[in-house]
T-cell receptor, first 112, second 113 residues
Framework: GENVEQHPSTLSVQEGDSAVIKCTYS??????FPWYKQELGKRPQLIID?????GEKKDQRIAVTLNKTAKHFSLHITETQPEDSAVYFC???????????FGAGTRLTVKP | DGGITQSPKYLFRKEGQNVTLSCEQN?????MYWYRQDPGQGLRLIYY???????QKGDIAEGYSVSREKKESFPLTVTSAQKNPTAFYLC????????????FGPGTRLTVT
């Protein structure tokens, strides 16, 4: 089955700096990669996703890149703000599957 | 925070007792999921249901049971057979499963002593 590894487990940056979170996956058939943000005490929410037919996707300060050959994908947050502080989870799944596998999460702290 | 709800927010039980966690959605979603979240670990799938009256085991189904008698509801029972039941439980739903966005409930924190 799929195995998703996520690094780092904690990340602390200064406000305005960039943050990068990396994930690797094992199942080459996985073709959908969402990222979820979970603020303290709240539910996870989808912030961006990427499908295997593209290599990069951007949404304002957030971008995700995918390297299918190396089986890794990354979340990039630019111009970080204190409200970006949260736990971020990557995930991977195949189109014809319901078993989404999550990474262990990265706790991002943005210091003002 | 409407759409998918879980109750209660906090639940305390004595060891050896079964307990049922509620999950309801009014999004008209076909698929529903139960995850367990432990510190330092990602979300792990317990059970999922693609349609009414059908459900499948996830990675960590042992000690848990579910039912899907109605589209809107997917209750999870944590049985006394679950060795480490204390955890944060998240329910989610999606329109059609697979790559459709999953919408999460607010979660239930279960403590068993």
């Amino acid at each position: 089955g799929e195995n998703v590894e996520q690094h780092p487990s904690t990340l602390s940056v200064q406000e305005g700096d960039s943050a990068v979170i990396k994930c690797t996956y094992s199942d080459s058939a996985s073709n959908y990669f969402p990222w979820y943000k979970q603020e303290l005490g709240k539910r996870p929410q989808l912030i961006i996703d990427i499908r295997s037919n593209v290599g990069e996707k951007k949404d304002q300060r957030i971008a995700v890149t995918l390297n299918k050959t190396a089986k890794h994908f990354s979340l990039h947050i630019t111009e970080t703000q204190p409200e970006d502080s949260a736990v971020y989870f990557c995930a991977a799944i195949r189109y014809n599957n319901n078993d989404m596998r999550f990474g262990a999460g990265t706790r991002l702290t943005v210091k003002p | 925070d409407g759409g998918i709800t879980q109750s209660p927010k906090y639940l305390f039980r004595k060891e050896g007792q079964n307990v049922t966690l509620s999950c309801e959605q009014n999004l008209n979603h076909d698929a529903m999921y139960w995850y367990r979240q432990d510190p330092g670990q990602g979300l792990r799938l317990i059970y999922y249901s693609q349609i009414v009256n059908d459900f499948q085991k996830g990675d960590i189904a042992e000690g848990y049971s579910v039912s899907r008698e109605k589209k809107e509801s997917f209750p999870l029972t944590v049985t006394s057979a679950q060795k480490n039941p204390t955890a944060f439980y998240l329910c989610a739903s999606s329109a059609g499963g697979g790559v459709d966005e999953q919408y999460f409930g607010p979660g239930t924190r279960l403590t068993v002593t």
